[in-house]
Structures are given as C-alpha cells and as structure tokens.
C-alpha cells in the first residue's frame, strides 16, 4: 500500500495549520532580523570596512563618551600605510525637539575617509562657524533644507548653538542621519576642550601595517619628559586649525588609549554587556519556543481531526511508523511553505516600519538586511516544531 499516494488530508484544515505556522514563523523573523538590524546598527556605526580602524579612549562606558587627545592623529599619519586620519567628536543632541547627532569634523580629512555628495547647497569649510551640513536621512527627518536654521541644544553640556544648513550630502552611511560641524563646533557641544574628539578614525593599507604598530604610534611622545614638537614644524592637523583655535600636546596614559578596526570598536561595547550576535539569535529562538505552544496546539488538533482516516489506514495493515514518516514528509513541505511565508510576512513588516522610520538606533536608521541564517534557522525551527509533535503522536490499532 502506497501512503504517498493516499490523499487523507483534509486541505482546507492544511491552509489553518499553515497560517498558523506562518504567524508562528513571523514572530521569529520580525524578533530576529529587529535584533539583528539594531547589532548592525550599532557596531556599522563607525564604518564596515576592514581597512578603517579606530583610535579611542578606553575609559569611556559607551562610544560617546570616551576622549582621545585630537593631536594623535598625526602620530598616526606618520606610520607607512596609513592612508588618512579623520579626529571626530560625537555629541549627542536636540533639534526641534528631535534626538540627533552632530558630528564635528575637519572636511578636509573626512572627505578622504569617506566620499560625500553634495545633493543640494554647498559643502562645509573648516571656518564656517555658524553653518553645518546635514544628511539626506536627517533633512527628510527635520524636514530642513538648504538655508533654513534651526538651534542645536546639546544633551551632554549645558551649551546651545544656532546653525544654518549650507548644504545637504548623500554618503551611503550612518553619515546620513547625521549634522557636520567644524571640529570645534562639535568640541563645543560636547563639552570638553579643544584638544580632545571622541574617535580617530583612519583608513590604512593593510599589507603595510598592523594594529600593534598603530598603537606603538600612538604611544609615542606620551612621555611625560617628551620635548615638545618644535613650534616651526606644524602637523596637518594644526595647519587646518591655524587661526581658528590651537592644539597642545600633553602626557596621556598609554592604557587609556585603544586601537581596533571599527566594527569591533562598536563590538567591544556590547560585548562588555553581553550582547552578541549570537545571544540575540539565542533570545529570538527562546521567543519561538514560547510562541511555538500556538503551533503545538493546532498540531495535535490538526492530527486529531485526521484520526478517522489514520485509523482506517491503520486498520488495512498500515504501521504507525509508515503513518507517522508519510505525515512528517507531507508536513515538512508545508513547513517550507510556512517558514517562506513568515520570512517574507516579516521582512514586509520591517520595510514598512523602516521607511516611516521606526526602526533606529543611536538615532540612526536601521537599514534591513536578510540573513542567511535566520533564514535557515527559521525553516528548521518550524521543521523541528513539525517532527517533534508527529513523533509524540500516540496511534491505537
């Protein structure tokens, strides 16, 4: 007797279970590629590329709140590979009653990290005090365009400023939800003197140099004895700044100092929390097992609504193994169809949700992205769900 050919399953009662599996599949996408897009989020936030490293400040809690002395970057500069060095300080504030990010910077040095097109307006110079920049992702949020002002109140010193957007710029980066300021500007807002920037960020080649020989660059002149540099030999830095404000060098502690590629910059801050890649897959799966009682229920109901066919087969001589593997290979594609279905449901779901923009972290818009094993796990999952409940199915001769 061939099982395979026997259709004894009712399909209207198919189409219930696969709903409820699809929702079942959905609430595990939506908490995994959430989870997932807000990790991307945080540790892209300094940049995805491999040949850009970070120089920060250890001692900082959070990547807003560590400090590196901005003269640094010219130690760095001198090191055979690398490329640029861009000195960058963060400083979280309000615009219109909305949370942004203003970035200080020295244009010069930015534009040859990162490339930016100026989509409307002009671009930033390093003396435009009162003038910044702004992102395409934070002119569609503020609804600012060229020539309008706004006041910027800063969130983590007592300061304010009025600025006027001189131009808008499209970078293909969370640069994009951001405002850019002159570095001092940014110094300002953020409260501390203008010898310090919240990162260092610097392209280098890597075939020339490594992360040890970068830190062992950083460490020198940190001395407390080092003479200072001699006043006629002005770093590029201090030549971009010369007239607008000056750059002294002091002792730093080595130990405070660190140097990483830029995703494991961000990395290392979860990490000191817990927070992984891994344990955010871990928490979606433990979301799917509470959620999975739904799917276990209308398993066993949707058998028990089989069992007058089941028993008439059981009945002809079929065994409750041949039952148990027919009903496992018809379901198991049916879970296919369920898990396709609650990946597609929630990455419609998070599309929406991003483009009314929803979806953010550190203020910055989460872009969504399909993962290959979310993707995978979700069909096993919903599989394993499957075959655990047919397997624990009881059939009577």
């Known amino acids: 007797m061939s099982l395979l050919r026997f259709r004894y399953l009712n399909g209207h009662r198919i189409l219930t279970l696969v709903l409820i599996l699809t929702l079942t599949s959905t609430l595990f996408s939506v908490t995994a590629f959430s989870f997932l897009g807000f990790y991307n989020g945080f540790t892209d936030y300094v940049g995805t590329e491999k040949d850009i490293v970070a120089v920060y400040g250890t001692s900082g809690s959070t990547p807003l709140t560590g400090l590196v002395p901005m003269y640094l970057a010219d130690n760095i500069s001198s090191v055979d590979g690398v490329l640029a060095t861009s000195p960058e300080v963060i400083a979280p504030c309000v615009i219109n009653g909305r949370s942004v990010f203003i970035r200080g910077i020295l244009p010069q040095s930015l534009s040859k990290l ?4 100026i989509t409307d307006g002009v671009d930033l110079n390093l003396n435009d005090t009162t003038s910044a920049i702004i ?7 503020l609804n600012l ?7 910027v109140f800063s969130i983590m010193s007592e300061k304010y400023v009025d600025l006027q957007v001189k131009g ?5 980066s969370p640069l994009d939800d951001e405002a850019l300021v002159p570095v001092y500007v940014g110094q300002w807002l953020r409260g501390v003197n203008y010898n310090l920037v919240s990162v260092i960020r610097t392209k280098i080649n890597e075939n020339q140099v490594s992360i ?3 830190y062992a660059a950083l460490t020198k002149g940190t001395s407390p004895t080092a003479p200072a540099s001699p006043s006629q030999t002005k770093s590029d830095t201090e ?10 060098r002091a002792y730093i502690n080595p130990q405070s100092l660190g140097v990483d590629e830029a995703q494991n910059f961000m990395k290392s801050y979860l990490n000191r929390y817990g927070v992984s890649k891994d344990t955010l897959i871990i928490l979606s799966i433990v979301v799917l097992v509470f959620a999975s009682g739904t799917g276990a229920c209308a398993l066993t109901l949707f058998i028990n609504q089989h069992k007058q066919e089941i028993g008439i087969m059981r009945s002809v001589g079929a065994s409750a193994r041949k039952i148990k593997t027919d009903l496992l290979i018809k379901l198991l594609g049916w879970s296919l169809v369920a898990s396709t279905l609650g990946t597609i449901l929630s990455a419609a779901i998070l599309v929406f949700f991003q483009n009314i923009g929803y979806l953010q972290v550190l203020s910055h ?3 969504f992205q399909l993962d290959p094993v979310i993707v995978a796990a979700n069909f096993v999952l919903i599989s394993a769900l499957v075959a655990v409940c047919i397997i624990r199915l ?4």
């Open 365 to 367: 818009q989460v872009i």
């Open 145 to 151: 365009k060229t020539g309008d002002k706004f006041t």
């Open 239 to 248: 030549q971009q700044l010369e007239g607008l404000i000056s750059i002294s």
């Open 135 to 141: 992102g395409v992702g934070l002119q569609q949020k």
């Open 212 to 214: 040890n020989s970068l």
């Open 394 to 397: 009881e059939m009577k001769q």
């Open 168 to 172: 808008v710029f499209k970078s293909g």
């Open 114 to 117: 990162t490339t930016l097109t």
